[in-house]
């Protein structure tokens, strides 16, 4: 048993000796230190999820929990090259800062080890306050553990021209390691931002504690990009947390296409009128990849919106969950919430879970949600074949015009091709498709 | 060109050609007509490849092979183009690129070179403007959105890029008004040649008023009961289907 254990006190249930160790190196001033104790004991309080969690019912992390992960190695950060994106990028090996490209001093991103030890206000302010610990356990044990990731820290008014781009690599050894991307967005009134979270493919083993948390202020503008493309052993539990005041917007794209298993919770809480989110996001799985799309929309006060379009591709023998939430509370009136999630399923062996719920405790809202799962369809294969386009690659075509959908939305252009390339990497005869994109 | 012997076919538990003969010559038009649900669309989708029809009986010989033993991708490439009379939609897949795609896989299939992209988008607006197109169809969605009548233009305009050998017409004419009729009359005539034969299914004579046969088919209850040339289907016009139905039972 590790001394960390002996000195927090006999009560706490045991933790893996790689979370005591992690939790024992992780440092910070007293008010940080407060929350971390409280994380991890939130996360020992509810353990590792099995399947008889409702929120874990599909997904199951025995490997995970079987391993354990360390610090990894060093190794020298490689940007993932997105053809005709140049712009501010912050790089991330195993959640230590590696490396910063044209980042300007005064836009007010720095990286968030650096500005807790200048105490920056906004990190005490809102670190750890915006994903809801009780129903995300790994946020909790993220806040535990992180050693650095990024503030971006908007004046009012403030827009940022660029894109900022933050890359998050893992780097394991011959043992699996930890990385714990952290990521704090405080968007001050009238600020606008797009920010691009491109988690790259890394080499080896890793788990990743990925959060983070948006705090949109009165009429701020959030773009947000989620890229994850880890490597195909990679376990993946991201969460992002918003909460959005007075005629804010959150637009979030999310392309889940890697890792062995990979999660993201996403959360808005539409906390003031006007305040709108929308929810664009895509997994492509294969061979036995799982991947799980938690997401909750609290409706709190009048007249604010949401909009989500979730897709999935599956093929070999993978499997994805969609659980997407929309709560109206009471008195609420005049909220918008729209939903809909469509999958492919490519392969008999592919199982999809899917659950849309919808709770109102408002009236006067205009509220939809749906689900749909199925195959191609055979009328439009049947047509690109009687123009000598052959099935495989008719198939892979219809299952590109599927996916980018969604990918559609992407107003950054550079990003949108490097997703759809992403996307059409994973279709059988991608060179044939690519001519087509 | 065609040579169709005693083609059965069946969609689902039903039997829909019950022995249909038909021969094609090169450079012939040849119209089938009949009553709605008579097979016509059938006897289209099994010449094309449709895999949810399924041939019991009988043989289609297209100059000198088995058809029927070839995917709906190769014979495509072989010459056979079907204009379908729904054609479908596909959002996401572009108009153009679907035009392009399909030209060079029958280039490809011929042992021709693959236009380059100047090339292939004069010849696609020179055929464009034989139908009447603005340039807005190109950067569509397959179908997307379009009318009833675009769509058939569309058929036409794929036709026309793609040249084929054997081209099946399944009810272009329906839903045009008179005009867009003329133009899609328009086009398949300027496709007439001594080597491109032609199966024009309708359910009205008015299309051959424009596109004028070489026969003329009667087509009920899954076969051919009746052939002759044009004036045939003044007949039909005048007279309908129903002699014919009867004609077909006393046969
Ligand atoms: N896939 C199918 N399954 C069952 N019946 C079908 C199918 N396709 C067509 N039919 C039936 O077969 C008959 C002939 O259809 P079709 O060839 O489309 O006729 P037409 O084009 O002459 O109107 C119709 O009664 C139609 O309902
Ligand atoms: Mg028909």
Redesign the pocket.
């Known amino acids: 048993m590790s001394t960390a254990t002996a000195a927090r006190g006999a009560h706490a249930p045991a933790l893996p000796d790689w979370i005591e160790h992690a939790a024992a190196a992780a440092a910070g001033p007293a008010w940080l230190q407060e929350r971390r104790r409280a994380g991890l004991a939130a996360f020992a309080a509810a353990g590792f999820p099995t399947r008889r969690d409702e929120a874990w019912k599909y997904t199951d992390l025995k490997l995970v929990t079987r391993r354990s992960f360390g610090a990894g190695i060093a190794a020298a950060p490689e940007l993932p090259a997105i053809e005709g994106l140049d712009c501010p990028s912050l790089v991330f090996v195993n959640g230590r800062l590696a490396a910063s490209h044209g980042v300007p001093q005064a836009v007010g991103v720095q990286p968030l080890a650096a500005a807790i030890a200048a105490d920056d206000p906004a990190c005490r302010e809102l670190l750890a306050t915006i994903a809801d610990p009780a129903r995300h356990r790994f946020a909790a044990l993220s806040t535990a553990l992180f050693a650095d990731g990024v503030l971006v820290d908007l004046p009012a008014g403030t827009v940022l021209e660029q894109p900022l781009r933050l890359v998050f690599l893992a780097a394991a050894g011959d043992t699996p390691v930890l990385e714990c991307p952290r990521v704090l967005i405080r968007a001050g009134a009238n600020s606008r931002a797009t920010v691009i979270e491109h988690y790259g493919a890394g080499t080896g083993e890793s788990l990743s504690l990925a959060v983070t948390e948006v705090a949109a202020g009165p009429g701020a503008m959030i773009e947000h990009y989620r890229l994850q493309e880890s490597a195909p052993e990679a376990f993946h539990l991201g969460v992002l947390a918003a909460r959005l005041e007075r005629d804010s917007t959150l637009v979030s794209h999310n392309l889940s296409v890697g890792g062995r298993i990979a999660r993201l919770d996403l959360d808005a809480a539409l906390a003031e009128p006007g305040a709108h989110v929308t929810m664009n996001g895509l997994y492509v799985v294969r061979e036995r990849q799982h991947a799980d799309s938690h997401s909750r929309v609290d409706h709190a006060v009048p007249r604010t919106s949401s909009d989500q379009l979730y897709r999935g591709v599956l093929s070999g023998k993978s499997r994805a969950v969609f659980n997407g939430k929309a709560v109206v509370h009471p008195g609420a009136a005049g909220t918008d919430a729209q939903q809909s999630n469509a999958n492919l399923l490519l392969s008999p062996d592919a199982e999809i879970d899917t659950k849309p719920e919808l709770e109102i405790y408002a009236d006067d809202v205009k509220c939809s949600h749906g689900a749909t799962t199925g195959q191609l369809d055979a009328n439009a294969l049947f047509y690109l074949r009687s123009r000598g386009v052959d099935e495989s690659t008719a198939r892979s075509l219809l299952t590109f015009a599927f996916a980018d959908v969604v990918l559609a939305r992407m107003p950054l252009a550079p990003l949108r091709r490097h997703a759809e390339q992403l996307v059409v990497g994973r279709l059988p005869d991608a060179d044939r498709i690519r001519e087509f994109t | 060109m065609l040579s169709i012997k005693n083609l059965h076919a069946r ?4 039997d ?1 050609l019950k022995g249909l003969d038909l021969e094609v010559g090169p450079g012939e038009v040849h119209a089938i007509m ?12 099994v010449l094309a490849g449709r895999p ?2 399924e041939v019991t009986e009988g043989t289609v010989t297209y100059r000198g092979q088995d058809l029927l033993d070839l995917d709906p991708e190769e014979r495509a490439r072989e010459g056979v183009f079907l204009a379908f ?1 729904y054609p479908v939609e596909i959002p996401g897949v572009n108009n153009v690129y679907l035009l392009k795609a399909a030209l060079n896989a029958v280039r490809k299939h011929r042992g021709e070179s693959e236009l380059d992209a100047f090339e292939f988008l004069a010849l696609v607006k020179d055929r464009m403007k034989l139908m009447q197109m603005g340039d807005s169809f190109l950067n569509r969605g397959v179908n997307e959105g379009f009318s009833g009548g675009e769509k058939k233009r569309n058929e036409i305009l794929q036709m026309a890029v793609l040249e084929p050998a054997l081209a099946v017409l ?2 272009t004419d329906s839903g045009l008004d008179i005009d867009a009729l003329k133009v899609v009359a328009n086009g398949v005539n300027s496709l007439r040649s001594p080597d491109r034969s032609m199966v024009v ?1 309708t ?1 009205y004579q008015r299309l051959l008023d424009y596109i004028v046969p070489d026969f003329v088919h009667v ?1 009920s209850d ?1 076969r051919i009961v009746r052939t002759g040339g044009r004036e045939l289907a003044l007949e039909l016009e005048e007279r309908g289907y129903d002699w014919l139905r009867g004609g077909a039972n006393a046969a």
């Open positions: 969609a689902g538990e039903r829909i009949g009553p709605n649900g008579s097979g016509k669309s059938t006897l289209a989708g949810d029809l009379q399944d009810e299914v359910h087509l899954g």
